[in-house]
């Protein structure tokens, strides 16, 4: 079975600060490895995805992961931080077969301050 | 543009009554799914479909029903509401795990 650890419920930073965002997931096959962002009262926006080729996946507003299979992580980063990331950042973990459903990590809250 | 479209976006309900939760894709995806989002939990599967007339259980499917009377429709079904079952609802479909498009959620209320 598929799980998702994001061990950091609440990250705080400053504005223009780097970011690094952790998700531990726990998969027997290969994971196909998403995270998403939720603004207040918002739905959810795929930030980036990997399945395979470079373990460095570059995503959306500067947004970068990396896979890194003998530790089953994929850390989300950022180089530099803006007050409108401020938001809910999910990871999830899902299988390219069978039903594809997604199981999610808890979600790490992101506050950006001046 | 392929989209998913839930409605309502707010419903407060009363205990004991019945909720119906309502979702449609133009993404024409084979599969279909339900989440409920709660804080401290993330998102978790409560039921899905491969396609019309089909509905599986997902993760925690107690207390719900699903229906899928077509390629394009998936409602959630809460025969008898309670609060606990409070939370954000979002829909989904996709052909394959790299696809899925998610609804913009609903917010339901059980007093």
């Known amino acids: 079975a598929q799980s998702v650890t994001q061990p950091d419920a609440r990250v705080t930073v400053s504005e223009g600060a780097s970011l690094q965002l952790r998700c531990k997931y726990s998969y027997s096959g290969t994971p196909y490895l998403f995270w998403y962002v939720q603004y207040p009262r918002q739905g959810l926006q795929l930030l980036l995805k990997y399945y395979s080729g470079d373990p460095v996946v570059q995503g959306v507003n500067g947004f970068e992961a990396e896979f890194i299979k003998s530790n089953s992580s994929f850390h989300l980063r950022k180089a530099s931080v803006h007050w409108s990331d401020s938001a809910v950042y999910f990871c999830?973990?899902?299988?390219?077969?069978?039903?594809?459903?997604?199981?999610f990590g808890a979600g790490t809250r992101l506050k950006v301050i001046a | 543009e392929a989209a998913v479209t839930q409605s309502p976006r707010n419903k407060v309900a009363v205990t004991g009554g019945k909720v119906t939760l309502s979702c449609n894709q133009t993404n024409n995806h084979n599969n279909m799914y339900w989440y409920r989002q709660d804080t401290g939990h993330g998102l978790r599967l409560i039921h899905y479909?491969?396609?019309?007339?089909?509905?599986e259980k997902g993760d925690i499917p107690d207390g719900y029903k699903a229906s899928r009377p077509s390629q394009e429709n998936f409602s959630l079904i809460l025969e008898l509401a309670t609060p606990s079952q409070t939370s954000v609802y979002f829909c989904?479909?996709?052909?394959?795990?790299?696809?899925?498009?998610f609804g913009s959620g609903t917010r339901l209320l059980v007093i």
């Open positions: 479909s491969y396609g019309a007339g089909s509905t």
């Open positions: 989904a479909s996709g052909r394959r795990a790299s696809d899925y498009t």
């Open positions: 999830a973990v899902s299988a390219d077969t069978g039903n594809y459903k997604y199981v």
